[in-house]
């Protein structure tokens, strides 16, 4: 799962990502108010971390160009701005959630993870599909009751296939979400496919429901 801190004060916006990634989430940081719609409007993020008051401009208006361009990321106010009429514009805007500074990793933590879970899934932390079985909080798969074992990679693919179910998802895309902004560095994406091919590999050898389809010269599918 992949998360945005747009944050201005190095030292929170590192310790959140400090904690995060020990949560097995993929962090990027944007310091600015400029890099942060920059971010924004180029990549997608299962939940953006969103400080009101930035270098350069207002979060609100980030909030705002992001609404306006349809986009569906999940995004969480972090501010020290804790008056009623912040939180209810925020919200009004389109913001999923506010959290006022100072709080816990904890917290913040479970928030995120809400967020994700109403976005992508239904509010319950276990997703179902026919014979298969994804439990969120421990982060484990069961196909007809028996454990499959999956890399941090191949279950984060796993999660944005289900979450995406019936859309075809090109490489690129793909090569984003396990990559963030780095992808565009690479010469290829031949790194998704070698992914792609041991998650199906794996599901396969469970006897699954065959629903991961290759889209020839367009990308992946998971079809139900």
């Known amino acids: 799962m992949k998360i945005l801190v747009i944050e201005d004060e190095k030292v929170l916006a590192s310790d959140i990502v400090n904690y995060l990634s020990e949560e097995d989430y993929r962090c ?65 805007i389109g913001a999923d959630d506010y959290l006022a500074k100072p709080f816990h990793h904890s917290e913040l933590a479970a928030r995120i993870h809400s967020v994700i879970r109403r976005k992508q899934f239904d509010p319950s932390n276990l997703i179902t599909q026919n014979e298969i079985k994804i439990d969120l909080l421990s982060k484990t798969v069961h196909i007809d009751g028996n454990p499959i074992v999956l890399t941090k990679k191949e279950y984060d693919l796993l999660l944005f296939f289900i979450g995406n179910k019936n859309r075809v998802l090109s490489k690129s895309a793909l090569a984003e979400h396990l990559s963030g902004d780095v992808a565009d560095m690479f010469d290829s994406h031949d790194f998704v496919y070698a992914h792609v091919k041991n998650l199906k590999k794996k599901l396969n050898e469970a006897d699954y429901g065959n629903y991961l389809k290759t889209m020839y010269g367009t990308g992946y599918k998971w079809e139900i």
């Open 28 to 92: 990027e940081t944007a310091s600015d108010f400029a890099t942060a719609k920059e971010k924004v409007s180029m990549y997608e993020y299962d939940c953006i971390l969103l400080d009101l008051m930035l270098p350069g401009g207002d979060g609100f208006d980030i909030l705002e160009h992001l609404r306006s361009q349809n986009k569906q990321d999940g995004v969480i106010i972090i501010s020290a701005k804790n008056t009623l009429e912040d939180k209810i514009k925020g919200l009004n």
